[in-house]
């Protein structure tokens, strides 16, 4: 797998979010922040994207909008999700992984940071086992594009928790200049 790098050109066509709508990336006059997290119910991932969620104003009036990538069917996904603000697209097939080189690691488990945020996170959403061992160990990572598709920053976590704070992506746009 290869993995992307910044100032490389990102163009994907024919996203269907789980709610069936299409999906842009990029999109014009906007950031796009392309998440590609763990398993629908990964206890980690759900308390991570909460604070997505909380945040979710202040992410669009700074032009940003998030895509949220899942190794999981989108059937398992609406078992999951409650009225989440933003594009959920199901990967049973790894394929969108796979193209950004988005990889799965025995280490994804092994930091303490992941132990503690998963016993939070169980303990708040409960758990849903993933579907195959492959999701259980995915390791996460964040792009983030421009209105014309242009890699501006990237992240591939070394562990289940490694991932970029809603402050990570709003510190990374440039100038805050309009789009």
């Given at each position: 797998?290869?993995r992307?790098?910044?100032?490389e ?6 996203l269907i ?18 998440q590609f ?17 909380r ?9 940003v ?8 069917s ?5 078992e ?22 988005v990889e799965?690691?025995?280490k ?9 945020k998963a ?16 999701a259980?160990?995915?390791l ?10 242009n890699?501006l ?11 970029w ?6 510190g990374?746009?440039?100038?805050r200049?309009?789009?």
């Amino acid at each position: 797998m290869m993995r992307k790098a910044i100032g490389e050109n990102v163009s994907l066509a024919g996203l269907i979010n789980i709610n069936d709508q299409p999906v842009s990336i990029p999109q014009d006059g906007k950031y796009t922040h392309l998440q590609f997290r763990r398993f629908a119910g990964c206890p980690v991932c759900n308390l991570h994207l909460q604070s997505f969620f909380r945040r979710e104003d202040e992410l669009k009036a700074n032009n940003v909008h998030e895509v949220i990538v899942f190794h999981a069917s989108k059937r398992s996904m609406l078992e999951s999700v409650i009225d989440v603000p933003f594009d959920l697209i199901a990967d049973p097939s790894r394929t969108l992984y796979k193209n950004f080189g988005v990889e799965s690691s025995w280490k994804a488990l092994f930091s303490c940071d992941v132990v503690k945020k998963a016993i939070k996170g169980i303990r708040k959403f409960g758990v849903k086992p993933p579907q195959s061992l492959e999701a259980e160990l995915g390791l996460p990572a964040d792009f983030l594009l421009d209105e014309t598709g242009n890699i501006l920053a990237v992240n591939y976590g070394t562990h289940a928790d490694d991932q970029w704070s809603v402050d990570d992506v709003l510190g990374l746009l440039p100038a805050r200049k309009s789009l």
